[in-house]
């Protein structure tokens, strides 16, 4: 469920390229969530990390999540 929630997540990612030639990563459906590197693919990957370290810290503190194309982790968190 984890891994579906992070692959649909990413699928809304958007990437820029700033003004200073960097990569500009943000996923719009969960605000805060972004991440800037050298190279996109560096950018994917930190992308990714800021997610996951995103997800952790809401269920740790009790956060709703956004539901992500009906994948729902709050269900999940409630009977954990």
Known sequence: MLSTY???????????????????GSIPVIPGVWSEAASLESCREELREVLEEWIVLSLKRGDQLPVIDACDLNRVAQHA
């Open 6 to 24: 992070i692959l649909r997540a990413l699928e809304h990612a958007r990437y820029e390229i700033t003004e200073d030639g960097r990569y500009f």
